[in-house]
Each structure stands twice: as structure tokens, then as C-alpha cells.
């Protein structure tokens, strides 16, 4: 190896400043040095203030000499080195299902959508997991991701809901409020407020900035509150171009929000519609007979033309009975069938859906923003379920404790398509996927699935 001269001088000075370290033992070593390169060691001796011709000085009063500090420098950086390798490692295993969506430099086909289906198995789970969120004190019985920020709100049994960066792994904050249990959570589509419901019989509104603090309480159910949702705004809805403005008493304003109302579902057997603005219950529906626990919400497919009219999109093929239009919520519980209604124009329903053995434990429709949505969902015509021409957009997957997953069309009256029967306890938790070719469940059974349809 090869040194300058400075680097050299380096060197040596920092041989010097050790043997002058380690006392009396190393004093002759000391001189030795000192007299074959005086230059480095006078220079040294200078800065530290240490005179040779005497009995050698103590360690320095500045701490570990510079040789030391740089020799067990190399080993930490060593293992930051192994470390960082290996996460690489893992990161490129995790994502190695984006490789066919990816050209040979590296950037994505953005208008092709990727030679082959790894861009449809995007957040689909693999282990292990990314992070494990720790500060509840109770179960945790409700979850909500931000459409915005890599946010998600967590609600428990200990009755607070907790703020988390699921990218980073940080806790963020606690929203304290409810006395009991809290039931079920969800963000606003604008990302700007949070619904939470508890057993405690109330419904609270969050803004999510500046103080997080409370901004309304809803009441009026008569039993446990079991599951909320924003109702996404209808094709047109003129408040989604609407000047942004506090109102003067507080509340929510729906062009903040980019919602108008709320949803609810109870163990009195009703679900409510409340007006976020007004904070009165606008409708009641009261076609379940039993403890409704689950609710799911679609946004309405199309665009809005010039004064808030909806228009049809060019890419979207509709037909007279189609329910592409239409801003829909599904609702079910103990009574073992899911309503699906027409969130507006008299919340009229849309369909009845029976078969499930046992209580309905999750609803969910295709996983996408609940904002209208003004381009046709991308998935491939092979990947819908066989001798069925039913839209990734109609389908509705249910969750039950008859350990069973149901997929569902909500068009031409509904029906079902298929029946998944993997899991060996209560299925808890559904959701279809964003490309409309996976369903997703979790249950009793401590998994997580994930079904392939077109592979059915």
C-alpha cells in the first residue's frame, strides 16, 4: 500500500500519540519513533502540549487517541455494511414481483401496465412483516388507512384510537375521547377527518391536523355503534368544487371532507345516515333484524360534466341496469344477509344477498378510492371469475364466522360467484384487491389468505 506524504505524517503522528498513551511501558518505543520521524512528533507533541524529554506523559485529557478511535471505527462500519446488504437482500425479495412490470432500465411501463401481472400483485402480504405496531393497551378492534399520507388510525378496546406512519413504523399520537370500547374507524376521502364509533353509543368526527382534536359528536343509537363509514360523494356533487371554508360553529364542512355524510351501523338493528354539517341523522334503515356489524361503501364511477351534471365516461361501457353510476353502501350482521343500497335518490335497495350460514364479520367492495372515478379499473378480462361477466367494479366480498369468504356481483340484482373455504375458524376481515383479482381475508385461525380468482 502506497501512502502520501501526509497521509504518512498521519500515520505516525497518531503511532506517537498512542505510545505516549500507554505510559511509561512505551516511552523508549516513544523516543524511537520520535527520532526517526521528528517532524510528526514534534508536530503532535505540540498540539497536545507533551514534552518527550520527560517522563512520559499520562493518557491525553482529550480521550481516546485518534489510531484507537479509527481501529474500532473499521469494525462498526463493517457491520453497517453487512447490515445494509442484507436489507437490500431482503427488500429485493419482497419486491422481486415488480420485476415483470419493469423494463430493462429499471423504470415501469406506465402505459402498458407491465408485460405480465406483477403490477396487479402490488401490496399483496408477504412475510415477514414490515413492522409490529406496539402501545394499545387492549385489543385492537378497528383499523383505518389515510388515501394521502402513510397514515393509518387504530382503534381499541382500551377506548382511544391511535395515529401511526405504517412506513416508518413511528407511533404519531392518541385521540382520547370515548369511554369504551371503539368499535370501528375511518378517514374522510379527502384525508382531512377522522369518524370513529365506540360502544359507548357515540359517533366522533376528528380533524386530522393542527390539534387532532374532536369536532363533533354524533348520538342516537339505542344499542353498541359497530362499524362507520364516509358516504363518498355522488358523480357531480357540487360541494367537491366548493371553496374550502371553516364554518363559523365549528362541525365539518363537506367540501373539506369531500363527503356529505356518514354512515353507521348498530346493534339496535338500524343503520343511520347523518349530515356531517348539521350533525342530524338524515335516514334510518331498519331492514335488518338483528345486530347490524359491518358496513362497506363504493364510489360512483363516471365523470362530471359542466355544472355538476355526471356524464358517462368514454371508456366505461354502461349498460341500462348498470350499477357503475351509482354510489353504493352494503350493510350486514347476525341476520346473516347483506343489503346493498343506493347511498343517494332515496337510499333505495339495489340488492338482497343470502347465503351465508353465520354472522357476516366484514364487507368489501374493490379496493380503490371512494372519490368518482373518471377512468375504467385496469384488469385483464381473463381475470374475472369464469361464465361470469360480472365488473371487478360490482363485486363485494363477505366475510363469515361459517369460516367461509363470499364473492359477489351487486349488479342485476346481485348474486354470488364463488365461495372460498380455506380458513378453519370465524373469518374476521375481507378486502378485494385494487386489480379486482384477489380477494384478501383474515380470521380466528391466525391467518391471513389471499385467493386468486381467475385461478378458480
Known amino acids: 500500500m502506497v501512502l502520501t506524504d501526509r497521509q504518512r505524517t498521519d500515520l505516525h503522528a497518531g503511532i506517537y500519540e498512542y505510545l505516549l498513551s500507554r505510559g511509561a511501558d512505551f516511552a523508549d518505543v516513544a523516543k524511537a519513533l520520535a527520532a526517526a520521524d521528528p517532524d510528526a512528533c514534534q508536530a503532535k507533541s505540540n498540539a497536545t502540549g507533551d514534552d518527550t524529554s520527560k517522563t512520559p506523559p499520562k493518557r491525553p485529557s482529550d480521550g481516546t487517541p485518534l489510531l484507537e478511535k479509527k481501529w474500532t471505527a ?25 420485476n415483470a412490470a419493469l423494463g430493462i432500465d429499471g423504470t415501469a411501463d406506465m402505459a402498458g401496465g407491465g408485460s405480465s401481472g406483477g403490477r396487479e400483485r402490488r401490496f399483496l402480504p408477504r412475510q415477514p412483516c414490515s413492522h409490529t405496531l406496539q402501545s394499545h393497551s387492549a385489543g385492537i378492534s378497528a383499523l383505518s388507512v389515510h388515501p394521502i399520507y402513510t397514515m393509518t388510525a387504530s382503534g381499541s378496546e382500551d377506548g382511544t384510537i391511535k395515529l401511526w406512519d ?12 370515548h369511554t369504551n370500547v371503539v368499535t370501528g374507524v375511518d378517514f374522510s376521502p379527502s384525508g382531512m377527518y377522522l369518524v370513529s364509533c365506540s360502544t359507548d353509543l357515540s359517533i366522533k368526527i376528528w380533524e386530522v391536523k393542527d390539534n387532532f382534536g374532536c369536532v363533533r359528536t354524533l348520538r342516537g343509537h339505542d344499542h353498541t355503534v359497530s362499524d362507520v363509514r364516509f358516504v363518498p360523494p355522488p358523480l357531480g356533487a357540487i360541494y367537491l368544487n366548493s371553496v374550502v371554508e371553516k364554518t363559523a360553529g365549528g362541525g365539518v364542512d363537506a367540501a373539506s371532507a369531500q363527503a356529505k355524510f356518514v354512515i353507521t351501523a348498530s346493534r339496535d338493528g338500524t343503520v343511520k345516515f347523518w349530515d356531517l354539517e348539521t350533525g342530524f341523522c338524515d335516514a334510518t334503515l331498519s331492514d335488518h333484524g338483528d345486530w347490524v ?66 354472522v357476516v364479520e366484514s364487507l368489501s367492495f374493490l379496493c380503490t378510492s371512494v372519490m368518482p372515478q373518471e377512468q375504467k379499473v385496469s384488469t385483464a378480462a381473463s381475470a374475472r371469475p369464469k361464465s361470469s361477466t360480472a365488473s371487478p367494479w360490482d363485486y363485494l366480498a363477505s366475510a363469515s364466522r361459517d369460516r367461509t369468504v363470499r364473492l359477489w356481483s351487486v349488479s342485476n340484482g346481485g348474486s354470488c360467484l364463488m365461495t372460498f373455504r380455506a380458513h378453519e375458524n370465524w373469518v374476521r376481515g375481507v378486502l378485494v384487491h385494487p386489480s379486482g383479482n384477489y380477494v384478501l381475508s383474515c380470521g380466528d385461525d391466525r391467518t391471513i389468505r389471499v385467493f386468486d380468482i381467475k385461478e378458480v
Not at 413511528?170 to 375521547?177: A, C
Not at 360534466?305 to 350493510?331: C, I, P, R, W
Open 74 to 98: 473499521v469494525p462498526r462500519l463493517q457491520k453497517r455494511v453487512l447490515d445494509l446488504e442484507k436489507q437490500l437482500a431482503t427488500n429485493a425479495k419482497h419486491h422481486a414481483h415488480r
Open 293 to 358: 356489524r359491518c358496513l362497506a361503501v363504493r364510489g360512483a364511477k363516471g365523470s362530471a360534466g359542466a355544472g355538476g351534471e355526471s356524464q358517462k365516461s368514454d371508456s366505461v361501457d354502461v349498460a341500462e341496469n348498470s350499477t357503475d353510476s351509482l354510489v353504493m353502501v352494503a350493510s350486514s350482521g347476525n341476520d346473516r344477509t347483506i343489503f346493498v343500497y343506493n347511498a343517494y335518490d332515496k337510499r333505495e335497495k339495489v340488492a338482497e344477498l343470502r347465503g351465508h350460514d353465520h
Open 166 to 177: 405504517y412506513e416508518s413504523g413511528d407511533y404519531l399520537r392518541t385521540l382520547r375521547g
